[in-house]
């Protein structure tokens, strides 16, 4: 069975920090694009982060350049979304995605709750 699952969400305080895994099983992530998409509140999944199938490539949603990092480890069928300065907008739940389109979208991880509250 195919599955990306997420993993190291949890309750923060603004200025704190999370790493955020995703692991994938059933299938190797080498060779995919992969990227990371978050949805808050009443509001619209948006994409977070991607990074291309050899790693040379990422970009960034400008409200998270210089706070986030988006890394992968294909030997370890790993993705990993370090995230710092955590802000309060960046509640939400986090989706791991993978595909061979950029930033992914074939597969669909459950996603993981990261809250920003003091």
């Known amino acids: 069975q195919l599955q990306l699952v997420e993993s190291g969400g949890g309750l923060v305080q603004p200025g704190g920090s999370l790493r955020l895994s995703c692991a994938a099983s059933?299938?190797?992530?080498?060779?995919?694009?992969v990227g990371w998409f978050r949805q808050a509140p009443g509001k619209e999944r948006e994409r977070v982060s991607c990074i291309s199938s050899s790693g040379s490539s990422t970009n960034y949603a400008d409200s998270v350049k210089g706070r986030f990092t988006i890394s992968r480890d294909n030997a370890k069928n790993t993705m990993y979304l370090q995230m710092n300065s955590l802000k309060p907008e960046d509640t939400g739940i986090y989706y791991c995605t993978a595909g061979s389109s950029w930033c992914g979208g074939a597969y669909w991880g459950q996603g993981t709750q990261v809250t920003v509250s003091s």
């Open positions: 059933g299938f190797t992530l080498r060779g995919y694009n």
